[in-house]
C-alpha cells in the first residue's frame, strides 16, 4: 500500500519535505531497524529529492543504528522534555504580562521557579532589582565563555536600562534564528491560548502523561513553523485532526488562519486518502 501511495504522488509530481523536526521525531523512536530500513527504501522510491530545509539533512540518518542511535534517541527525549518545560515558563510568563494568570496561580508558579532563580542568584522579588542585574550578568559571562569566541557575548555589559540592554542583546541574534525564535512564541501561544496544560507543566503539577502530550503538542508547532518558515517552497502541510479543527477555529484566530495558510493544510486517516486529499488540493491550484 505505502509503495503504491508513493508511486501516485510520483505521477502528481509531488515533492516530499525532510525539515529537521521530522528527523529529530524519527530518531527519536525505538531502534527498529527493519522498519528504519523500510521507510528508507521507500522514501528513495520518490522520484523527486526532497526538500530539505537544512542541507545536512538526508534520509541514511535511519540507518544509524545500536548504541549511537540510542544515545541519540536518549539525548532528543531529555532534550525534548527540557524544552516543553522551557516553553510552558515563557507561555505562563506572556500571560503573566497580559494578565491572564489569577493570582493563586501567579504564586503556585512562583513558588515552582523560586528554587532554581536561587541557585542562579536571583531574587523572586522584584524590587531586589540590583541583585538580579548583577545576576544577569554574571549569567551573560558565564555564557559568553561557553560560547565560541565569535559570539559578541563576551565583554557584553548590562547598562540596567532593561530596554535598551534587551534591544543590543536581540542584535546579537542571526535574524532567522530570531525570526525562527518569534514564530515560534506565536505558534505555541496558538495551539495552547485554551488549554492549561502549559501551566501545570511550569508549576510542577504536570505528571508525566501530561508532560509528554504537551511535548507532542509543540512538536506540532515545530513542524508548523518550519511550513510558516518555508511557505514559499511548502505547498501543503498534513496535520492530525484536532490540529486541523483548531486551525480552523474562528475565535481566537489561528496562527496559520492568520497567515493565510489555513486552506492549505489537511488531515487524512489513511495513505490513500492523503494522496486522495493532495490530488484534490492539487487540482484546486
Not at 36 to 45: G, K, T
Not at 51 to 60: D, G, M, P, S
Not at 181 to 187: F, G, H, I, R, V
Amino acid at each position: 500500500m505505502a509503495d503504491a501511495a508513493v508511486e501516485k504522488l510520483n505521477a502528481l509530481g509531488v515533492r516530499h519535505v525532510l525539515s529537521d523536526i521530522l528527523v529529530q521525531e524519527l530518531l527519536t523512536g525505538v531502534n527498529k531497524p527493519e522498519h528504519d530500513e523500510l521507510l528508507f527504501q521507500r522514501a528513495r522510491r520518490f522520484k523527486i529529492a526532497p526538500y530539505r530545509t537544512n542541507e545536512y539533512l538526508k534520509w541514511e540518518a535511519l540507518l544509524s543504528s545500536g548504541a549511537m542511535r540510542n544515545a541519540v534517541a536518549d539525548w532528543f527525549v531529555l532534550t525534548d522534555d527540557l524544552q516543553a518545560e522551557a516553553n510552558s515558563h515563557a507561555i505562563m510568563a506572556r500571560r503573566i504580562a497580559s494578565g491572564r494568570v489569577n493570582s493563586d496561580q501567579f504564586d503556585e508558579l512562583s513558588e515552582a521557579t523560586t528554587p532554581f532563580l536561587d541557585a542562579i542568584g536571583f531574587s523572586p522579588k522584584l524590587e531586589d532589582s540590583q541583585n538580579n542585574l548583577k545576576a544577569l550578568q554574571n549569567f551573560l559571562d558565564w555564557l559568553g565563555n561557553l560560547l565560541p569566541e565569535e559570539n559578541g557575548l563576551r565583554g557584553f555589559n548590562l547598562s540596567g536600562d532593561l530596554a535598551g540592554d534587551s534591544k543590543r542583546l536581540l542584535d546579537l541574534i542571526d535574524p532567522d534564528a530570531l525570526e525562527g525564535a518569534k514564530e515560534s512564541n506565536l505558534l505555541n501561544e496558538s495551539i495552547t491560548d485554551s488549554e492549561d496544560r502549559p501551566y501545570r507543566v511550569a508549576a510542577g503539577l504536570a505528571d508525566f502523561s501530561t508532560r509528554r502530550s504537551l511535548a507532542h503538542t509543540l512538536r506540532d508547532a515545530e513542524h508548523m513553523k518550519t511550513f510558516v518558515l518555508h511557505q514559499a517552497e511548502i505547498d501543503f502541510l498534513q496535520v492530525d485532526r484536532a490540529q486541523l479543527n483548531q486551525i480552523n477555529r474562528t475565535n481566537p484566530p489561528h496562527r496559520l488562519a492568520q497567515l493565510g495558510l489555513a486552506n492549505r493544510c489537511f488531515t487524512a486517516a489513511s495513505l490513500d486518502e492523503a494522496v486522495r486529499v493532495i490530488e484534490s488540493l492539487l487540482n484546486a491550484t
